[in-house]
């Protein structure tokens, strides 16, 4: 396909085909041929149906659950697209794996995130299309150009049009969070609040505190990634002892492991509102998850780049 006189072709591997599907629609571009294979001992293989020589390729691939094997699947295809002699690769993955090991938080850690960035690199990418990545720091990791996507007007769109008759509040739930929070509430105009809290132990959090008004409020809590969801439930408790008067909650990528949406459905939680960066089955789409689509503003976004025009014009509401 041709795109201003650029031959382009869009890719998808095994992550999140609908989201691809959604993609292709959005930006007119169709979904090309390739064949995710394994061999008997687990190793990955890809088989490319079509030509790419000399076009801009476009490969769509979430880094999640499995997240190893869907990260090993994106750095063979990229491989696989660079020998076919492909003119530039993309790679589009709206969840980026290991974004939380971005700093050596104690001795002896890794900087996982910095490590996935050089493997793309290594492996040929050309540039990276990522949403709401976990810090801002990770794009300093890449030497390569990378877009930082935000969903932040999206969700903002969907709060929006409930046309709440009470006073809202934006709850960061930690205090890492505070940027992302103040950006909802300037769309809503509203105020923020706080979650003051501490970690003992990886996926464990204790609230201690709660510093802003929140008493009388309809209560939004806006995080990046919902995981095992203790964070949340626990920050909506603390609210609801403080007097808020309806709890929702807000995230780009729901990792949702167990036990994720039992906590969730058991809490003072009305409605938990996800983006499709990653693909949830079907038993986790459970009645008080809202899942929004970010396909409409990746493919304008990948129409964007390829016309070498602005893509920050698509992050307003």
Do not use: W
């Given at each position: 396909?041709?795109?201003?006189?650029?031959?382009?072709?869009?890719?998808?591997?095994?992550?999140?085909?609908?989201?691809?599907?959604?993609?292709?629609?959005?930006?007119?571009?169709?979904?090309?041929?390739?064949?995710?294979?394994?061999?008997?001992?687990?190793?990955?293989?890809?088989?490319?149906?079509?030509?790419?020589?000399?076009?801009?390729?476009?490969?769509?691939?979430?880094?999640?659950?499995?997240?190893?094997?869907?990260?090993?699947?994106?750095?063979?295809?990229?491989?696989?697209?660079?020998?076919?002699?492909?003119?530039?690769?993309n790679?589009?993955?709206?969840?980026?794996?290991?974004?939380?090991?971005?700093?050596?938080?104690?001795?002896?850690?890794?900087?996982?995130?910095?490590?996935?960035?050089?493997?793309?690199?290594?492996?040929?990418?050309?540039?990276?299309?990522a949403?709401?990545?976990?810090?801002?720091?990770?794009?300093?990791?890449?030497?390569?150009?990378?877009?930082?996507?935000?969903?932040?007007?999206i969700?903002?769109?969907?709060?929006?049009?409930?046309?709440?008759?009470?006073?809202?509040?934006?709850?960061?739930p930690?205090?890492?969070?505070?940027?992302?929070?103040?950006?909802?509430?300037?769309?809503?105009?509203?105020?923020?609040?706080?979650?003051?809290?501490?970690?003992?132990?990886?996926?464990?959090?204790?609230?201690?505190?709660?510093?802003?008004?929140?008493?009388?409020?309809?209560?939004?809590?806006?995080?990046?990634?919902?995981?095992?969801?203790?964070?949340?439930?626990?920050?909506?408790?603390?609210?609801?002892?403080?007097?808020s008067?309806?709890?929702?909650?807000?995230?780009?990528?729901?990792?949702?492991?167990?036990?994720?949406?039992?906590?969730?459905?058991?809490?003072?939680?009305?409605?938990?509102?996800?983006?499709?960066t990653?693909?949830?089955?079907?038993?986790?789409?459970?009645?008080?998850?809202?899942?929004?689509?970010?396909?409409?503003?990746?493919?304008?976004?990948?129409?964007?780049?390829?016309?070498?025009?602005?893509?920050?014009?698509?992050?307003t509401?």
């Amino acid at each position: 396909m041709y795109i201003d006189q650029k031959k382009v072709k869009l890719f998808t591997l095994s992550s999140n085909p609908k989201l691809a599907e959604e993609i292709s629609e959005a930006s007119g571009i169709p979904l090309s041929k390739c064949e995710v294979k394994r061999f008997a001992d687990g190793e990955v293989s890809i088989d490319i149906a079509e030509t790419v020589r000399g076009h801009d390729v476009f490969v769509i691939q979430s880094t999640s659950n499995p997240v190893n094997e869907h990260l090993m699947e994106v750095l063979i295809m990229i491989d696989a697209l660079k020998r076919a002699s492909a003119k530039s690769v993309n790679l589009v993955m709206p969840y980026y794996g290991y974004s939380r090991q971005d700093r050596k938080a104690s001795s002896r850690q890794p900087i996982s995130a910095k490590l996935v960035a050089d493997l793309l690199q290594a492996a040929g990418a050309s540039r990276i299309l990522a949403m709401d990545l976990h810090a801002a720091q990770i794009q300093g990791f890449f030497d390569i150009p990378i877009d930082n996507f935000v969903a932040i007007p999206i969700i903002a769109h969907y709060f929006r049009r409930k046309n709440f008759t009470h006073e809202l509040v934006v709850v960061s739930p930690d205090h890492g969070g505070v940027a992302r929070a103040r950006q909802l509430a300037d769309f809503l105009n509203c105020p923020i609040a706080i979650i003051d809290k501490r970690r003992p132990r990886p996926n464990v959090s204790e609230v201690m505190n709660v510093i802003g008004e929140v008493e009388g409020k309809i209560a939004i809590i806006i995080d990046d990634i919902i995981d095992t969801g203790g964070s949340i439930v626990n920050a909506a408790s603390a609210l609801i002892e403080r007097g808020s008067l309806e709890i929702y909650a807000a995230c780009t990528h729901p990792v949702f492991t167990y036990p994720a949406n039992e906590r969730i459905e058991e809490s003072a939680i009305k409605e938990c509102i996800v983006t499709n960066t990653i693909c949830l089955p079907q038993e986790k789409l459970t009645p008080k998850i809202i899942q929004l689509s970010v396909g409409p503003l990746i493919g304008q976004g990948i129409i964007n780049i390829i016309r070498d025009e602005s893509i920050s014009i698509l992050f307003t509401p």
